[in-house]
């Protein structure tokens, strides 16, 4: 009677195994993503040179660059909240054929080539643009100008921002919006004392995102105003006329300004109040 | 005049409306809108609210016309499941939310703070209270906008049994000592019978039927009404008149007498009882056929508490329930033989679905 036991216990115990080691065979693909996400950018940073990187961080062009990215992208980040924000609450609280028609225009950028953005954005922003000939006169220009970068930027990174906001409200519940109306706050009340204090990690995280976005966008920048060089343009530019040494020294400077604000803003979401905390 | 007079309120969604809607509420009093999901009594108590405009009708509450006020014009205190407390603010400011005028609304918060026993709760976040203290901050959130009406959906639904027991014997003395005014949705009839002076039984976004809770748990107007609040419902096979407001119905091979209070046409009749009101007691020897109740095998004997359900098959099958300490001297198990009898008051013959 012993021996039948023991070979069903046996069986028993490869059949656990195997079932662990399957489970354990999912890390293997995510395993070789997180790879593929690393290698490239640690292979590029260990490359450098000390020296290299301080001289490249000398230059007056490489540092105006890096500064024009981030101030660019974090205006750009501050207007998409602004714009966003409003019509991220207005497609968390409807659920009509018409928001998701809307939903679907915000998400566009995504699917329109960066290039392609770029020159439609000529057409409107353009100095004989429907707009950029209609501001040009009051010395508002965006070809070839600060704003212009802010404006490409701001058409490829908006949907990230609304996406996030949207989510974020989504998940405040929505009874709590009706106690507070039947508080005595009107909408505008429920929506600046109920909805934006509660979706606050979602529109930070919409912001964080648009700044991502942002700053390493070049298709679309690059046409409407490859003058004055962002960071990404300079690089590209660098690259094209020195080579691959100077350009990536240049690369990993924007990478670690890119990386800390990213950092620093992902914490200071992280440590900010939490709903569910007491 | 009524405090709350709700007056042929018809509300119209794509895939659902409620239908001339009549109800009216004295000051002081509870009013339970009992009803099973999706019967719209939610929606209508939103409605009261504000949140969904009639299509026609009205409501009135101390004589105003509030049918086309926001709901923030209409002085309600909303209560939801959970209670909805803002979880980003502190006990405190949740209770001050609807007070806009500052030295006012410390004196104010003070004061339901006290009345409602919370004061040691001022500095905490929801998330930290237990059900109990959320239901008093919720109380006190909305008393403090002295409101004319309190509107509570369903506020213990989503709690385990033994605190849903405790929370509402807390609310029902507090409404009491409050005075409020109050309509209150559940499905569930235990907590209807506790909280509710008037009951309105809704179905399908129509009224079936409003009354005291004792007269509709014991005279329900058709068979739907009758099983929805507990009542056992048996399909006669003959039905004969015996005299006014008195029948002779004849179910399986029983013959027992019912009372009727209105014209009910034979194919529709049905008899309903309260199974607490089934008197049991054991047939020794041979099975007999008896003219005043059934003679019924116990099939199951299931313990509820303080109370016992016996089914029971008597070609129909049906259920008793049996206080503890009957159980107790009868020991009723499944096989044995017994006779269910029921008083004729207590018999009521209803039609399957009345008309509206």
């Not at chain 1, 656990?16 to 950018?41: D, E, H, Q, T, V």
């Not at chain 1, 290299?52 to 062009?61: E, G, I, K, N, P």
């Not at chain 1, 930027?153 to 996030?164: A, G, I």
């Not at chain 2, 209560?79 to 410390?106: C, W």
Request: glycine share 8%.
């Amino acid at each position: 009677m012993g021996e039948p036991i023991t070979a069903a216990a046996r069986e028993g115990d490869l059949r656990r195994m195997l079932n662990r080691s399957a489970l354990a065979l999912l890390w293997f693909p995510g395993g070789l993503l997180l790879a593929f996400i690393l290698l490239p950018l640690l292979r590029m940073a260990s490359a450098q040179t000390w020296a290299t990187l301080r001289s490249v961080a000398a230059m007056d062009d490489v540092r105006s660059s890096i500064w024009l990215s981030v101030r660019s992208a974090a205006l750009t980040a501050v207007i998409a909240a602004l714009l966003g924000t409003p019509l991220a609450y207005f497609l968390a609280r409807s659920s009509g054929w018409f928001s998701r028609i809307i939903e679907a225009f915000v998400d566009l950028p995504l699917a329109v080539p960066h290039g392609v953005a770029g020159i439609a954005l000529l057409f409107v922003f353009g100095r004989r643009g429907l707009i950029g000939a209609m501001l040009a006169p009051y010395g508002l220009e965006f070809w070839g100008t600060e704003a212009g970068i802010v404006i490409a930027m701001l058409f490829v990174s908006v949907p990230f921002m609304v996406n996030s906001a949207r989510l974020g409200f989504a998940a405040v519940d929505p009874r709590l919006e009706k106690v507070a109306r039947t508080l005595g706050a009107p909408p505008f009340e429920v929506f600046y004392r109920i909805g934006l204090p509660l979706a606050w990690r979602g529109i930070m995280t919409g912001v964080v995102l648009t700044y991502a976005r942002a700053i390493s966008e070049i298709g679309a920048v690059m046409i409407l105003a490859y003058y004055p060089m962002t960071a990404p343009i300079k690089i590209y530019d660098v690259y094209l006329q020195t080579g691959l040494r100077e350009s990536s020294a240049i690369a990993v400077l924007l990478l670690i300004v890119t990386l800390s604000t990213f950092l620093v803003m992902r914490a200071f979401i992280h440590a900010n109040w939490r709903p569910d905390r007491p | 005049m009524s405090y709350l007079a709700i007056q042929n309120l018809s509300v119209v969604f794509p895939r659902f409306e409620l239908r001339s809607i009549s109800l009216s509420l004295e000051q002081g009093q509870t009013l339970v809108l009992l009803g099973p999901s999706g019967s719209g009594k939610s929606v209508l108590l939103e409605t009261v609210a504000g949140f969904h405009p009639p299509a026609s009708g009205r409501i009135e509450l101390c004589g105003r016309n509030i049918s086309s006020l926001p709901p923030e014009e209409r002085g309600l205190g909303f209560m939801f499941q959970d209670y909805s407390l803002f979880p980003h603010l502190t006990v405190e400011k949740n209770i001050a939310f609807g007070l806009r005028r500052k030295p006012e609304a410390d004196r104010r918060v003070e004061q339901v703070l006290e009345l409602l026993g919370v004061r040691h709760l001022t500095g905490r976040r929801p998330s930290g209270l237990s059900g109990g203290e959320k239901q008093r901050v919720a109380l006190a959130r909305a008393l403090a906008t002295e409101p004319r009406l309190f509107l509570f959906d369903e506020p213990l639904s989503a709690l385990d049994a033994r605190m849903r027991e405790e929370l509402r014997e807390d609310l029902r003395r507090l409404l009491r000592s409050l005075k409020a005014t109050s309509v209150y949705v559940t499905h569930d009839r235990l907590e209807a019978r506790t909280l509710a002076d008037v009951i309105a039984i809704i179905q399908d976004g129509v009224i079936r039927q409003v009354g005291q809770p004792h007269h509709v748990f014991t005279n329900p107007v058709d068979a739907w009404v009758a099983k929805f609040v507990g009542m056992q419902v048996l399909r006669p096979e003959q039905v004969e008149p015996v005299e006014p407001g008195r029948v002779r119905a004849r179910v399986g091979d029983a013959i027992l007498d019912a009372t009727v209070s209105e014209h009910v046409t034979p194919e529709t009749a049905r008899l309903v009882f309260r199974p607490e009101d089934v008197h049991l007691e054991h047939l020794n020897g041979q099975m007999r056929h008896s003219g005043d109740g059934f003679a019924a095998l116990v099939e199951s004997v299931v313990p509820l508490g303080s109370l016992f359900r016996i089914e029971l098959n008597a070609g129909p099958h049906f259920s008793a329930l049996v206080w503890h300490a009957d159980y107790d001297q009868l020991q009723f198990k499944p096989g044995d033989k017994v006779l269910a009898r029921l008083d004729p008051a207590d018999l009521l013959l209803v039609p399957e679905h009345r008309k509206l």
